[in-house]
């Protein structure tokens, strides 16, 4: 149990599976009071919510698909007539196909990777912003990728690269506003997004996943957590 989420809610966003779901659950673990499960559908956020309500707290359900712009202020609005979240985590993304050449980038991969991975998020986070600043306390953590030089995946890098720099703005902008804002990089993991290849189990992100939710009133923001450099850690 951490003291700093005792009563607190959250949104975490495709949670469904994955590292969204571990994060869901241990966020209900360890004090918060509601947990709001997102997914493409509700019937993919059933395991997570039934698993947030073991774990102690209330789970509610919002299914949106992050690449149509209208479900996105669709899914924001519905969390806001819940009467907002004391915390966002920012955790869906999307991989497009390996491309062998840069040449054979599609436009949609380039579209597809930005909306996904950068433009819902902006405007998620701008749309839930109003009741922290009003509240003086939240945490948003950006899930970031440790794929730099991957020119394969170009697009998809470079959607991350873009949230990266504009989480460094958005941690600069919030400065003594009481909310602290995080990147994390999962590592490379076993997941449905990281493929069977991956260097880690989905389970070993967590606690260092949850540490940028956690960090004590007054922290720095804009910090860069890796969670796999974070597995010895203690949530108090």
Not at 23 to 37: N, Y
Not at 133 to 146: A, D, E, H, P, Q
Request: with cysteine; hydrophobic share 40%.
């Amino acid at each position: 149990m951490a003291k700093i989420l005792v009563g607190k809610s959250a949104l975490v966003t495709g949670s469904s599976r994955g590292i969204g779901r571990l994060v869901a659950v241990g966020l209900a673990k360890h004090g918060c009071k509601r947990v709001i499960c997102h997914g493409r559908s509700s019937q993919g956020c059933q395991k997570t919510a039934d698993e947030v309500r073991n774990a102690g707290a209330e789970a509610i359900v919002i299914p949106a698909e992050l690449d149509d712009p209208l479900q996105v202020e669709e899914l924001a609005d519905k969390v806001l007539k819940l009467g907002g979240v004391d915390i966002l985590y920012n955790n869906a993304a999307v991989m497009h196909p390996w491309r062998e050449h840069a040449e054979d980038l599609r436009q949609e991969d380039w579209a597809w990777s930005f909306q996904v991975n950068l433009f819902a998020i902006t405007r998620l986070t701008s749309l839930l912003l109003p009741p922290m600043r009003k509240n003086g306390w939240g945490r948003i953590v950006n899930v970031t990728s440790g794929i730099d030089k991957t020119p394969q995946l170009a697009a998809y890098g470079a959607s991350k690269w873009a949230l990266d720099k504009w989480t460094d703005d958005l941690a600069a902008g919030l400065k003594h506003s009481g909310i602290i804002v995080s990147r994390m990089d999962p590592g490379w993991l076993r997941t449905d997004l990281g493929g069977p290849n991956g260097e880690h189990e989905p389970e070993s992100v967590l606690p260092g996943a949850l540490v940028p939710v956690v960090l004590p009133d007054g922290s720095k923001s804009g910090q860069f957590f890796r969670a796999q450099e974070l597995r010895d850690y203690v949530i108090e």
